[in-house]
């Protein structure tokens, strides 16, 4: 018998009640009560000299003091963050949530003035007595970490500058990212509905349509898209320039001049590692212009427009149930993992997934993690396409990684987005491939094998056209105020040169209905993507060669992620150099070797 699994997701076992929930609001205040502890104490710790220069480091004893409660406030703003994060997403009205965020976001603030204070403390702590804090009981587990922070310190302003900056972003950086959140609830599309009257939808569910199988439909669907985004261009241009503002003053007074010093850091990776992997698939984007072009032969047209990169080519597309979905997840991960299969189980039954397809939802989708609960909550709308299955899959392989973390300290849980895609784009490929192999006929098949020639698409085109319209408009910006017609420009000239001109109609206003460009914690919310997914793709490829003794190895594959860079990762779990070509090149080729079946299945 199938089981029903629910389609909304359960976040009164985290805190009863939503925006309203009394035992969040005692959260929150223990929150507040024990930053403000935390703030006082390394206020003190150096008496009237603490804001003087070279102001004094830190005893063993406060260090460890200090550690211990910075950590248990992380732990909690993490799943603070996440609630509110969950309760915006699911109706993007709940003004109530919107206050809640500001709190949140606050306490925040104030942590983050307190850790830079901590910083301070830490860079200025001998370097002997230092080391031999490091190798203590209470920092070991997390000295990645801690050194990280300890180099960070002393690339930065002074930390009465740092707490400043911090504090003035909740209003003013952190502040216009929650106004774009704004901008999308106030979005309206219009679309046909039954009896011929017009049906209005939210931008996640229209979002759903611009993918659809009838071209004249996936048409008006853009057309629509189009329309409302450019009625909201000027507010959306406002909010990114201000971000972009707010970015490159800060950066400015750090001494910065690179806008890629910062995701480049965050994401714990060398400019050698990016310009490597980017070189690798420009090597490879040929096969893809192939693709491309066989694709607009087979759907009668000249050239694909925007909203036909995504469409199925083939009528076997078909609409997958929930359960079905869920249930052919389940399997193909417990191939690889029963662990993975066990979690996922979990992740269907305890609702821990909000898949519903209903208005007043914000679009995308999402995984976050409530890691003092030791759950995670995904976020989708599933309308029962071929991509929705493999984001269903994407966002459970994030949910996984967080599960096998749970047990580490809160700072060596802090992985950066780029280890983070992989994880997540791991489990797309294994069902993705599981998929292909149970096709029942050719032309099954031959959608599965283009849904997975699409990934390469997504990451290496669509990605890079992003990267190429954020470091471009970045440069711009630095001059003063970049209009929504030169972002509209900037963004159809990355589109054409990523694509490699094989676009017919662009979309210029992708820049405002993308919601990545207007995040505040990660700028430069792209070229993560497709590192993780080329990284993943390497791990594959080793999973397929090694077989079961590989899930054991994937799994402290993951678990290192907090603890070192990208590089060091490679090198002591692959035996590989990311700084060097030759990892990418090999990773590009396993992602594009199924584009020689597919012209040839379409001869």
Not at 376 to 393: D, H, P, Q, W
């Amino acid at each position: 018998m199938q089981t029903t699994y629910p389609m909304k997701w359960n976040l009164d076992s985290l805190y009863k009640g939503g925006s309203a929930s009394a035992a969040f609001e005692a959260e929150l205040k223990g929150l507040e009560a024990d930053t403000a502890k935390l703030v006082q104490s390394l206020q003190s710790a150096a008496g009237p000299a603490d804001e003087a220069p070279g102001s004094k480091g830190g005893t063993a004893e406060q260090l460890s003091e200090w550690t211990s409660a910075a950590q248990s406030i992380l732990q909690r703003l993490r799943q603070a963050e996440s609630f509110v994060g969950c309760l915006m997403a699911e109706n993007v009205k709940d003004a109530a949530a919107g206050v809640l965020n500001g709190r949140v976001q606050t306490v925040m603030a104030s942590f983050l003035s307190a850790m830079t204070r901590y910083d301070d403390r830490m860079s200025n702590t001998p370097d002997e007595q230092w080391e031999a804090w490091l190798q203590s009981a209470e920092a070991a587990p997390a000295s990645f970490y801690l050194q990280e922070r300890r180099e960070a310190a002393r690339d930065k302003m002074a930390p009465e500058l740092e707490a400043l900056a911090g504090q003035l972003a909740v209003d003013g950086y952190h502040g216009w990212g929650d106004h774009y959140n704004t901008i999308v609830s106030r979005a309206k599309f219009n679309v046909p509905g039954e009896n011929g009257e017009t049906k209005v939808l939210s931008a996640g569910q229209m979002n759903n349509r611009l993918s659809g199988g009838e071209r004249s439909v996936r048409a008006e669907a853009f057309s629509e898209w189009e329309r409302e985004w450019s009625e909201h261009a000027d507010l959306c241009a406002d909010t990114l320039n201000r971000i972009a503002g707010f970015r490159l003053k800060l950066y400015e007074q750090r001494g910065w001049s690179s806008v890629l010093k910062e995701p480049l850091a965050i994401n714990r990776m060398s400019e050698a590692t990016l310009q490597a992997m980017w070189s690798a698939i420009e090597e490879g984007k040929p096969l893809l212009v192939k693709y491309l072009e066989r694709k607009a032969e087979l759907l009668g047209l000249d050239k694909l427009d925007w909203h036909d990169v995504e469409a199925p080519i083939s009528s076997a597309a078909r609409t997958v149930g929930y359960d079905e979905a869920a249930a052919f997840i389940r399997e193909r991960f417990r191939e690889f993992s029963p662990d993975l299969a066990a979690f996922t189980e979990t992740a269907f039954t305890e609702g821990w997934i909000e898949a519903e397809d209903r208005a007043g939802k914000r679009p995308g989708g999402f995984c976050t993690s409530f890691p003092k609960s030791g759950e995670t909550r995904i976020f989708m709308t599933y309308s029962g396409t071929a991509s929705n299955v493999s984001t269903l899959a994407h966002e459970l392989g994030h949910g996984y990684h967080q599960h096998v973390m749970n047990d580490l300290p809160p700072f060596a849980q802090e992985y950066a987005m780029n280890v983070a895609e992989t994880a997540s784009t791991f489990a797309e490929m294994i069902v993705a491939d599981s998929a292909l192999k149970a096709a029942a006929d050719a032309e099954e098949k031959l959608a599965l094998l283009e849904d997975k020639i699409q990934s390469a698409v997504s990451f290496f085109m669509n990605i890079h056209a992003r990267f190429l319209f954020e470091t471009r408009f970045y440069e711009l910006r630095r001059q003063g105020t970049v209009t929504r017609q030169e972002l509209c420009r900037l963004m159809e000239e990355a589109q054409r040169e990523a694509f490699c001109n094989t676009l017919g109609e662009a979309h210029p206003h992708f820049w405002a209905s993308k919601l990545h460009f207007y995040l505040t914690d990660v700028p430069f919310y792209n070229f993560p993507y497709t590192f993780g997914y080329l990284f993943s793709a390497g791990l594959y490829a080793r999973s397929i060669r090694e077989g079961a003794s590989f899930a054991p190895k994937y799994v402290e594959l993951l678990r290192d992620t907090g603890r070192m860079t990208v590089e060091e990762l490679a090198s002591k779990h692959l035996g590989v150099k990311l700084e060097e070509p030759g990892f990418w090149r090999e990773a590009v080729a396993i992602t594009t070797a199924d584009i020689g079946q597919f012209l040839e299945m379409t001869q």
